[in-house]
């Protein structure tokens, strides 16, 4: 095995490891990181957006965070509707999953291409809840659970179960997810979900439209 699939191995390690109820260290409060470092879009980045965009935005989320499900649902709106859709803005998001349901779901969204991808994105972040539940009934969130959940999200994005499995077992998809949590955490410091790196400055926590609308339009009117 080359080195690099030994560190993504050790990732998919932590992150199975990993609970369900957290969204890292921070995730409720805006933190400045200082210290802005040059952001390249990379082939494998799932862009929303124009891609000439002269501002990008670059969320590390997790499928399982509360906070990241309250962003997209309160606030990606607003973002779309006066930045992306308008062209001023383009935002980039990277899976950093906390925990081995992230990962999976991460894994099955990336057999998505597009707007797809970005659409069942929003769906698992809506219904967070109802695929990250225990369908066994036995008091133990397992991996077949998990699955069951992704699978009635699939039926809803027009996946079947057998593509749904597929897609989450998929070891090129894992890589991709796995690749972005170890550059999240060694290029950018990043340690609790969401974090958005704004062109190139990174802000750590939760964030308000109020807030990010702040740090977007000065960088806009440039």
Known sequence: ???????????????LALGLSGCGQSGSTLSRVTGGTTVELKPTDMVHGNKDAS????????????HCAAFQKDVIPLINKDYVDTGKVKVVFREYP????????????RCLPGDQFFS???LLFKNQMNW???FDG?????KEDILEGLTQMG????MSADQVKSCADDMKNLALVDGNWMEGQ???????????????????GEISYADLKKILDPLVKK
């Open 138 to 142: 036995n008091g133990t969130l397992n």
């Open 1 to 15: 095995m080359n080195t690099k699939l030994r560190a993504l191995s050790a990732v998919a390690s932590v992150l």
């Open 98 to 109: 906390l925990d081995g349901a992230a990962r999976m779901a991460s894994a099955v969204a």
């Open 120 to 122: 069942f994105i929003d």
């Open 132 to 134: 990250i539940k225990d």
């Open 155 to 158: 039926r809803i994005a027009g």
């Open 55 to 66: 501002v990008t935005i670059i969320e590390y989320a997790s499928m399982t965070c509360p």
């Open 186 to 204: 060694t290029k950018f410091n990043v340690n609790s979900t969401p974090t958005f790196i704004i062109n190139g400055e990174s802000h750590a």
